[in-house]
């Protein structure tokens, strides 16, 4: 770890309004507990003090110490944040890494600094908002054509459900009561227009449709961030994660089951007619399309697509090969684990080499790892109270996330991490 820098010499209310305001900005754009508070804890020695950091998915609780005061010394100031749960945002999160280095470095003043950490938390414009809307769109229509194998009319209808869904999220951003009972909503509204468009229009597999159209909200992520942090001791924060992903599930089943129900009392029923699947060759253009749509979805800066891009067709062919490659192995599990290593490694090199956060290679890269999928079918067959199907499904999501979490864990030792994002 570096020792002191110049800007140690400011007063320390202005070190501290930095730091405070800088643990903000991690957590606000999607920096997990440990990373997080080994970011923190790094760049206060650097600034000539201790801090002690706490953070969990809602909360972020820092203690204060000159490091000059020793190991014994009490904390002279403490600083508790109550905070909403972060959502990756890796342009801003460059952002925030570039402006910490500067400042910590001594190229750029505590207060300067501070300004132009604030000065992130601008709401997005209506541009970037629409983008937004339309990556949920492209999202649902890839991973129908590429996971799903379903067919042309299945990949329309899920992207156009997507588009709607992105236009309730980014509603929701804005209106609290609206955002508690998002993801229910959505889940009710891409339910109930799938089985009317099967009924009335053009038959579909509802369950395909309805997953890809809500494949952006099913918390894949976070139940592997959850696990990630429980591994390296972050209990609370990994159990605390862990719930609100289990909640999301519980929301999203229900909105499923209950737009089932009211169709079927309604007398609606979709249509049994099964339509020929997509041909194999639209499975590399739907990646392509996938990869911009997680570009745009994680606020990648348009100088980082290639990498996103990269990092996405990386993660694909490595579980893919990985499987094909397992012979005696269970594919799946081992071509998460492989996917998982491979990505884990190539995050570090990149944030080494590049001096950029890895987050921009490994949040993309392993966004068509995580098996949160799995996770909604799981608890969907609960609900439809066929319990062999829902605990051989939950036996493999827990399957999943170990291989995943471990796969990540070995590229960090394949490729030791110099950067804490």
């Given at each position: 770890?570096?020792?002191?820098?110049?800007?140690?010499?400011?007063?320390?209310?202005?070190?501290?309004?930095?730091?405070?305001?800088?643990?903000?900005?991690?957590?606000?754009?999607?920096?997990?507990?440990?990373?997080?508070?080994?970011?923190?804890?790094?760049?206060?020695?650097?600034?000539?003090?201790?801090?002690?950091?706490?953070?969990?998915?809602?909360?972020?609780?820092?203690?204060?110490?000159?490091?000059?005061?020793g190991?014994?010394?009490?904390?002279?100031?403490?600083?508790?944040?109550?905070?909403?749960?972060?959502?990756?945002n890796?342009?801003?999160?460059?952002?925030?890494?570039?402006?910490?280095?500067?400042?910590?470095?001594?190229?750029?003043?505590?207060?300067?600094?501070f300004?132009?950490?604030?000065?992130?938390?601008?709401?997005?414009?209506?541009?970037a908002?629409?983008?937004?809307?339309?990556?949920?769109?492209?999202?649902?229509?890839?991973?129908?054509?590429?996971?799903?194998?379903?067919?042309?009319?299945?990949?329309?209808?899920?992207?156009?459900?997507?588009?709607?869904?992105?236009?309730?999220?980014?509603?929701?951003?804005?209106?609290?009561?609206?955002?508690?009972?998002?993801?229910?909503?959505?889940?009710?509204?891409?339910?109930?227009?799938?089985?009317?468009?099967?009924?009335?229009?053009?038959?579909?597999?509802?369950?395909?449709?309805?997953?890809?159209?809500?494949?952006?909200?099913?918390?894949g992520?976070?139940?592997?961030?959850?696990?990630?942090?429980?591994?390296?001791?972050?209990?609370?924060?990994?159990?605390?994660?862990?719930?609100?992903?289990?909640?999301?599930?519980?929301?999203?089943?229900?909105?499923?089951?209950?737009?089932?129900?009211?169709?079927?009392?309604?007398?609606?029923?979709?249509?049994?007619?099964?339509?020929?699947?997509?041909p194999?060759?639209?499975?590399?253009?739907?990646?392509?399309?996938?990869?911009?749509?997680?570009?745009i979805?994680?606020r990648?800066?348009?100088?980082?697509?290639?990498?996103?891009?990269?990092?996405?067709?990386?993660?694909?062919?490595?579980?893919?090969?990985?499987?094909?490659?397992?012979?005696?192995?269970?594919?799946?599990?081992?071509?998460?684990?492989?996917?998982?290593?491979?990505?884990?490694?190539?995050?570090?090199?990149?944030?080494?080499?590049?001096?950029?956060?890895?987050?921009?290679?490994?949040?993309?890269?392993?966004?068509?790892?995580?098996?949160?999928?799995?996770?909604?079918?799981?608890?969907?067959?609960?609900?439809?109270?066929?319990?062999?199907?829902?605990?051989?499904?939950?036996?493999l999501?827990?399957?999943?996330?170990?291989?995943?979490?471990?796969?990540?864990?070995?590229?960090?030792?394949?490729?030791?991490?110099?950067r804490?994002?």
């Amino acid at each position: 770890m570096n020792g002191p820098t110049g800007a140690a010499q400011a007063a320390l209310d202005t070190r501290i309004a930095f730091l405070v305001e800088l643990a903000r900005r991690l957590h606000q754009y999607g920096t997990s507990a440990q990373r997080l508070e080994i970011a923190i804890a790094g760049a206060a020695q650097r600034l000539g003090l201790v801090a002690d950091v706490w953070s969990s998915p809602t909360a972020i609780i820092i203690s204060f110490a000159e490091l000059s005061r020793g190991e014994e010394g009490l904390a002279q100031v403490t600083q508790v944040m109550r905070l909403s749960p972060g959502d990756v945002n890796l342009a801003r999160l460059c952002e925030v890494d570039a402006i910490a280095d500067r400042a910590i470095a001594g190229e750029l003043d505590l207060r300067e600094g501070f300004r132009l950490l604030r000065a992130l938390s601008l709401p997005e414009t209506r541009r970037a908002q629409a983008a937004v809307v339309g990556s949920y769109g492209l999202s649902a229509a890839s991973v129908a054509a590429l996971f799903l194998h379903s067919s042309w009319a299945d990949l329309v209808v899920a992207g156009a459900i997507g588009l709607v869904i992105g236009w309730i999220t980014v509603l929701s951003a804005t209106r609290p009561r609206l955002a508690v009972a998002s993801d229910a909503i959505s889940a009710l509204v891409a339910t109930a227009g799938a089985i009317l468009v099967s009924a009335f229009v053009v038959p579909l597999a509802i369950k395909s449709v309805v997953l890809a159209a809500l494949i952006v909200l099913v918390p894949g992520m976070s139940l592997t961030t959850a696990v990630r942090e429980i591994s390296s001791q972050h209990l609370v924060s990994g159990m605390a994660r862990m719930g609100g992903a289990v909640a999301t599930l519980l929301k999203l089943t229900f909105g499923t089951v209950a737009a089932s129900q009211l169709c079927a009392a309604l007398g609606i029923h979709p249509s049994s007619h099964v339509l020929p699947p997509l041909p194999s060759w639209t499975d590399w253009p739907s990646l392509l399309i996938g990869a911009l749509g997680f570009a745009i979805l994680f606020r990648a800066a348009r100088r980082d697509w290639p990498v996103v891009v990269g990092a996405v067709f990386v993660g694909y062919l490595a579980t893919r090969w990985g499987g094909l490659l397992s012979g005696a192995i269970p594919g799946a599990p081992f071509g998460v684990f492989f996917g998982g290593l491979l990505l884990g490694g190539l995050a570090n090199l990149y944030a080494r080499y590049m001096h950029r956060p890895g987050a921009v290679v490994r949040e993309p890269g392993i966004i068509l790892l995580v098996p949160g999928s799995v996770g909604f079918r799981s608890v969907s067959y609960l609900f439809e109270r066929d319990t062999t199907l829902g605990m051989d499904s939950f036996i493999l999501l827990i399957t999943l996330l170990i291989s995943l979490v471990a796969g990540l864990l070995f590229g960090d030792l394949l490729v030791s991490p110099r950067r804490s994002l």
